[in-house]
C-alpha cells in the first residue's frame, strides 16, 4: 500500500500516472459538454 502511494503521488509530481489522466479526461470531457449547457431539457 505505501508502495503503490509513493508511486502515485511521484507520477502526479511528474504529471503521469492514472490520477493525473483521469483529471485530464474528466477536463475533457466538461468543455465538450460545455456547448450544451445553456440548453434545458
Do not use: C, P, S
Amino acid at each position: 500500500m505505501q508502495d503503490r502511494l509513493a508511486k502515485e503521488i511521484l507520477d502526479a509530481a511528474n504529471n503521469t500516472g492514472a490520477a493525473v489522466k483521469k483529471r485530464e479526461d474528466t477536463h475533457r470531457m466538461a468543455e465538450a459538454n460545455r456547448a450544451f449547457a445553456h440548453f434545458r431539457w
